[in-house]
């Protein structure tokens, strides 16, 4: 009954794989929001293109995870 760690380690990380782009995102353009003083238009624009990149990674991350496993 030998667990292969490495499987389940790699569906534990999708989690950081999904939202660190979106937090990023957020990030990034809350800053440049404050220096540019164009409140919340880069905020928002980030956040959403972390969105769109977390929601990439994650299906990308899915389908090679699903490949490993019919293996």
Do not use: C, N
């Amino acid at each position: 009954m030998a667990i292969e760690t490495g499987k389940y380690a790699r569906f534990a990380a999708i989690g950081a794989e999904f939202s660190s782009p979106i937090i990023a995102g957020a990030l990034v353009g809350h800053y440049l929001d404050l220096y540019f003083h164009t409140d919340p238009w880069l905020t928002l624009s980030l956040f959403l293109a972390g969105v769109f990149v977390g929601f990439y990674r994650l299906i990308r991350e899915l389908q090679a995870a699903q490949k490993a496993l019919d293996k």
